[in-house]
């Protein structure tokens, strides 16, 4: 099974990067609009993001709106040896640094730890997902572990052709609640 996810994970990696610049902006502008409808966005308080790399869908103009709208920013920070997050609470870009896989993560010199549950939104990244709601991330299952205990309101962006419903789902995988792309939102459970 580990090999299917990472074959799918390098078919969608590969496709997203041959993606045309302009139309992989112009989607993910229409998957933050997307977002800012709803009302899980709308009433959230608190929103746990990460600062996305490559071809993710872009976060920094979410977590900039965020601001704008008086919501508190968090943003975890991996503990490889353990393969956990700890999430801080985030003011400003200039308290991230660069960490492992070229990742932007959080200063703890800088910031402060938040509390996991008073995050009332979590943005849950991956690379593939079916219309269940579960998803394949980068493979370190740190989003599965942490999921696995979490309480509040999930939600994934995404570009449509990121679609597989034949993604091998196993007994540790966790869904996520919302599934919102270019096309709209899918509530999953």
Request: net charge neutral.
């Amino acid at each position: 099974m580990k090999s299917q996810k990472k074959n799918l994970r390098n078919q969608i990696l590969h496709a997203m990067e041959t993606l045309d610049d302009d139309v992989f902006t112009e989607k993910c502008k229409q998957i933050r609009e997307h977002l800012f409808d709803t009302a899980i966005w709308q009433d959230a308080q608190v929103i746990g993001i990460t600062l996305s790399v490559g071809r993710e869908v872009e976060t920094m103009a979410i977590i900039t709106r965020a601001w704008t709208e008086n919501k508190r920013i968090v943003v975890p920070k991996c503990n490889p040896k353990a393969h956990s997050m700890t999430f801080y609470g985030l003011d400003t870009f200039s308290q991230l640094e660069s960490s492992f896989y070229g990742l932007m993560e959080p200063d703890p010199k800088k910031t402060q730890k938040q509390a996991t549950d008073t995050i009332d939104l979590l943005i849950v990244p991956g690379v593939v997902f079916n219309h269940k709601g579960y998803r394949i991330g980068y493979g370190g299952g740190y989003y599965d572990r942490f999921l696995a205990g979490f309480k509040g309101i999930t939600a994934s962006l995404l570009l449509e052709q990121q679609f597989n419903e034949q993604l091998p789902v196993e007994p540790h995988d966790q869904q996520v609640g919302w599934l919102i792309t270019e096309r709209g939102c899918y509530q999953v459970k």
